[in-house]
């Protein structure tokens, strides 16, 4: 069965900015936007689909409800159009004969992000969502088809800032982070300045607001959100999906980084049912990269958020069950199913887990940094900061590969960058490649044995900052201020285990989880007697991947391979139990 390649697609709708993209390549691309079914693919398709009939004026689906899936338009005209905040209504397209109408929201079940509205009599085939996956999984030719259209239609709605409004100061961090979420979960906004924009009077008019109240979120069901988190925005938009309760799931993946999204896309592909959760986005620490060039199979390199959009819509394809944002607090073994319980109180049982976690931002241990989180300190180097840092001087700190493809990616952005390293020079902990790129940067200077001491502000955020480093020509330690608005941290992480201390999951001396061998070994024990798989913990049917597992490769390709390796050892974990049942029901006979 063949995968569709979606290229530029999937890179586009990860990555939707005129920083990255000076001119749209969607108007000539309307033909794979919105193509016309052939008669011999609407008559494939009627085996998964039901007749439906509108009259005229009738709402096919409207913003902020959930759609029934996508509609193939058999007979009459639809108009597509959105609707903000303002009631203003923009024509998105029309359709007649033998077009479809959906988008990604339709192919995962979310509310709709704009008005299908029946301009004549129409006759259509609705195709549910679970019945649109099994159709793109069938028919591969139509099935990318349709896959490409929706994923062109969803950058279509981003580039025109369709969706919810977001009305605040530009550089509010608490804005800062909305924006890189929803960006992140590729869903359309637009954002206004409350400060600038006309447009800002008009929707404030007759509310009583105050400074802890930005930024306001409009959300396209009408609910008006005061400076929401970003659960909270994820709630009004649909995208925390509900889970029934008596349902069981074959594997539980806790993590939609590059491991966690490998495991749900091979295991969804192989007929197993998956749940995946992850509390932020996808793409995990891989997705903070701006551009990754070792990666096989990429010469010209991609970001780590388009590879982290393909991957998502991949398993999204296959049937598995993504709840991003959906935060796991906690998970436990009750009789031979584990229980995971999410931060809205949902409780999820499955037959396997696989911890997919990855790692949490290391922060400075400095006196005073928390009061600047948030406030001129990022962990990320996405086009919404390179806007925030244009023509400005910024720090960054780090000496890894993450680190240096955000100078790579800023450098065409800030007037200035100062790197700060803790160790002489980039050769032990940077690939070569970006060793030799970055020296090639007009305005990147780099400082080697450098210490943060502290950090200075004002109202605003972060204005200046205390290092200590050693000049190895002087022979003496020199205490220096650099004045920056902006400090970007790539300093390494720390495993995110903390959900794990109910399970018992044993942990090494650093926090990482111990799986296989490695557990035999540290018990003294031949690796056969260990009776466990490679993958597996000290919690049989618990697997662990990626960067949270002990002495794994901190490597994007490493994650993959353990993702894609798990799914055969929960295969065999899950046959080994059903003998194991078989066994014990088996009667006993004496003599």
């Known amino acids: 069965m063949s995968t569709p390649d979606f290229s530029d697609v999937a890179a586009a709708a990860a990555v939707p900015s005129e920083l990255e993209f000076p001119f749209s390549s969607l108007e000539y691309r309307q033909h794979q936007m919105f193509p016309r079914l052939s008669a011999a693919e609407i008559q494939s398709l009627r085996r998964f689909a039901r007749p439906m009939s509108f009259k005229v004026g009738e709402l096919i689906f409207e913003t902020g409800r959930v759609a029934l899936g996508l509609f193939v338009l058999l007979h009459g005209r639809v108009r597509i159009e959105s609707r903000d905040s303002f009631g203003r209504a923009t024509l998105v397209t029309e359709h007649d ?51 490409r259209a929706l994923i062109l239609r969803r950058l279509g709605l981003i580039e025109q800032g369709l969706g919810p409004i977001i009305v605040g100061n530009g550089d509010d961090a608490r804005l800062v982070r909305l924006q890189g979420f929803l960006r992140r979960n590729a869903y359309p906004a637009m954002v206004i300045d409350a400060r600038s924009d006309p447009d800002a009077i008009t929707l404030l008019g007759g509310m009583t607001t ?82 990754i060039e070792n990666y096989l199979g990429f010469p010209t390199g991609i970001s780590g958020q388009a590879l982290a959009a393909r991957a998502f819509q991949q398993a999204l394809k296959f049937g598995a069950h993504l709840a991003i944002p959906g935060k796991v607090l906690c998970v436990e073994r009750q009789d031979d199913l584990f229980v995971l319980s999410l931060f809205d109180g949902q409780r999820i049982s499955a037959r396997t887990v696989v911890v997919a976690s990855g790692a949490a931002y290391r922060k400075p241990s400095v006196p005073g940094f928390d009061n600047f989180e948030g406030r001129g300190t990022y962990y990320w180097a996405s086009t919404i900061e390179a806007k925030l840092v244009k023509g400005q001087d910024i720090v960054l700190m780090g000496g890894g590969n993450s680190a240096g493809q955000a100078v790579v990616f800023l450098a065409n952005f800030a007037r200035s960058i100062r790197v700060l390293i803790r160790g002489a020079d980039l050769g032990s902990s940077m690939s070569r490649y970006l060793i030799d790129r970055i020296g090639s940067l007009p305005n990147v200077t780099l400082c080697t044995r450098c210490v943060l001491q502290g950090l200075d502000g004002d109202e605003a955020g972060l204005t200046q900052l205390r290092i200590r480093r050693e000049d190895e020509q002087r022979g003496e330690t020199i205490d220096e201020t650099i004045e920056t608005r902006h400090l970007f941290l790539f300093i390494g992480a720390d495993p995110k285990t903390d959900w794990l201390g109910a ?19 540290q018990h003294g024990l031949a690796p056969e007697a260990g009776a466990r798989f490679p993958l597996e913990t000290s919690v049989p049917g618990m697997f662990a991947v990626g960067d949270v597992r002990s002495e794994s490769a901190k490597r994007v390709a490493a994650a993959v391979g353990d993702g894609a390796a798990v799914v055969s050892q929960i295969h065999a974990y899950l046959s080994r139990r059903e003998r194991e049942d078989i066994h014990a029901d088996l009667p006993v006979f004496s003599q």
């Not at 993946?253 to 749940?275: D, F, Q």
């Not at 995946?276 to 551009?291: E, H, I, K, T």
């Not at 018992?504 to 296989?516: H, K, P, S, Y």
């Open 97 to 147: 004969d033998g077009h479809f109408m959906a988008e990604m929201a339709q192919l995962s079940g979310k509310p709709a992000l704009i008005d299908g509205i029946a301009l004549t009599e129409v006759e259509t085939l609705v195709v549910e969502p679970e019945r649109l996956r099994a159709l793109i999984v069938a028919d591969a030719q139509l099935g990318e088809h349709i896959m």
């Open 503 to 521: 399970s018992g999951v044993e942990l090494d001396n650093r926090g990482f989880v111990v799986t296989g061998f490695a557990r035999s070994e």
């Open 210 to 291: 105050g400074p802890g109240d930005f930024p306001l979120v409009f959300c396209p069901n009408g609910s008006v959100l005061r400076a929401p988190d970003e659960a909270q925005l994820a709630s009004c938009l649909g995208l925390v999906p509900t889970f029934e309760p008596s349902h069981v799931y074959d594997v539980a993946i806790v993590g939609a980084g590059p491991a966690g999204l490998a495991a749900s896309v091979y295991a969804a592909t192989e007929g197993l049912s998956v749940a995946v959760f992850d509390q932020r986005a996808p793409g995990g620490q891989a997705g903070a990269s701006s551009r």
